[in-house]
């Protein structure tokens, strides 16, 4: 198997499209065609099912999209290491993780590591669903909730807070709660399970102190969603700490009663322990979290 047909292959699977994989490589859709053609021909067997809404891999070609898989990644880890056969790290650095904390507190910070570290080539990977580190999706992981998988690496940097917020128009038109119990009286915004939290227990307002089933006014799968809900005035949220750093027309509530802790974890591979670009981001998150207010 030719190894320019893998790659062009690995592409096409990877995009789900001809004209997808083609705009990443940089070729035709026709030539994209013909060498999947050509590849699937010294097989003598499909790779792809084609159907109006794109590319669905067959059974073989699962078998050789996992394989790919597993070269690409080597060759990523290999190009790394060769790169930062240096004294100073430097190469591609693909970073992950979760919508709120990664378009708030990293999009304010990022810059000073990128300053620091000119020679590194930063990508924001940010959603609420965990990017593979196996495959390589990602390089390191900044998460809130501890790896399942024995195999990765974490190490516990931080320890965020879940406090309870309204807005001084909602305060003014329902009043302040003045206990967790009062929380059963008020239209409560929560993250729902409408699709995986990347917090474990991150609707803990509608169990804390209460002395009824309390229902949602409003559930909102994204965490900086929920903060400009609470802002407008619609009701009463619980957020992190840093989310709120720096917000107006938001106040804490219940500052007295019990808050929701939640741990940082800085997760990657095994195979990446002695990785300066790794080592160098770790040392940095976790400096900057000494000095951030959480």
Do not use: C
């Amino acid at each position: 198997m030719d190894w320019d047909k893998l790659r062009i292959f690995h592409a096409v699977a990877t995009a789900g499209s001809f004209t997808r994989a083609g705009d990443t490589l940089g070729l035709s859709q026709s030539a994209i065609s013909r060498q999947i053609r050509t590849l699937e021909d010294s097989l003598q067997t499909s790779l792809f099912n084609r159907h109006a809404r794109g590319l669905i891999l067959t059974d073989e070609g699962e078998s050789l999209f996992e394989t790919t898989r597993e070269v690409v990644s080597k060759i990523h880890v290999t190009e790394q290491k060769i790169l930062e056969g240096t004294e100073s790290p430097r190469g591609k650095l693909k970073i992950t993780t979760t919508n709120s904390f990664g378009s708030t507190w990293m999009m304010n910070n990022i810059w000073k590591f990128i300053n620091k570290y000119p020679d590194i080539q930063v990508q924001m990977l940010i959603g609420d669903s965990d990017f593979d580190l196996f495959t390589r999706q990602a390089d390191v992981a900044i998460r809130f909730h501890p790896s399942e998988h024995l195999d990765l690496i974490q190490k516990q940097i931080g320890t965020f807070h879940y406090n309870i917020y309204a807005s001084p128009d909602y305060l003014n038109k329902y009043g302040r709660p003045r206990s967790l119990a009062e929380l059963d009286h008020h239209r409560l915004i929560t993250y729902g399970d409408i699709t995986n939290s990347p917090i474990e227990n991150i609707d803990w307002i509608l169990e804390a102190g209460a002395t009824q089933k309390r229902t949602p006014i409003l559930e909102v799968n994204n965490i900086y969603g929920m903060l400009q809900a609470i802002k407008s005035g619609l009701g009463v949220g619980s957020l992190p700490d840093y989310l709120v750093q720096g917000s107006t027309n938001v106040l804490r509530i219940l500052a007295d009663t019990q808050t929701h802790e939640f741990p940082a974890y800085f997760v990657y591979t095994q195979e990446l322990r002695k990785s300066q670009r790794i080592s160098a981001f770790r040392d940095f998150i976790i400096e900057e979290f000494k000095h951030s207010r959480f």
